[in-house]
């Protein structure tokens, strides 16, 4: 059993940066994937940002150049850096793990295909 705690969820200026971070406790996994996603009222879950076990890294077109996903393997930790945000990049983030996952695309792994473990989410309100 594998836990998945995500933080540093917050509010920022238009233009601002935020980080937010992932931790995970518990089983591991020899190969996976790990994303995150972003849900808004509006919207759909969608996948924003994925990296594989190997390091393999991909990225939603609308994040593309602005956001970065990476992994402390020894800390077990999943990051994203959103750098130069804006107002539509408001959302719940969630951070997912994807147990057998090698391949990454769009900034998602390819959902249902896996076993899948999701973090709670943590808030990002982006202002103007």
């Known amino acids: 059993y594998m836990e998945l705690v995500g933080s540093g969820g917050g509010s920022v200026q238009t233009g601002g940066s935020l980080r937010l971070s992932c931790v995970a406790s518990?089983?591991?996994?020899?190969?996976?994937?790990l994303a995150w996603f972003r849900q808004t009222p509006t919207k759909t879950r969608e996948g924003v940002a994925a990296?594989?076990?190997?390091?393999?890294?991909s990225y939603a077109d609308s994040v593309k150049g602005r956001f970065t996903i990476s992994e402390d393997s020894a800390k077990r930790t999943l990051y994203l850096e959103l750098n130069n945000v804006k107002p539509e990049d408001t959302g719940h983030y969630y951070c997912?793990?994807?147990?057998?996952?090698?391949?990454?695309?769009?900034?998602?792994?390819?959902?249902?295909?896996?076993?899948?473990?999701w973090g709670p989410g943590t808030p990002v309100t982006v202002s103007p």
């Open positions: 997912a793990a994807a147990e057998g996952c090698t391949v990454v695309s769009g900034g998602t792994f390819q959902r249902g295909a896996y076993l899948e473990l």
């Open positions: 990296i594989t076990s190997g390091g393999t890294t």
């Open positions: 518990g089983d591991t996994y020899s190969t996976y994937c």
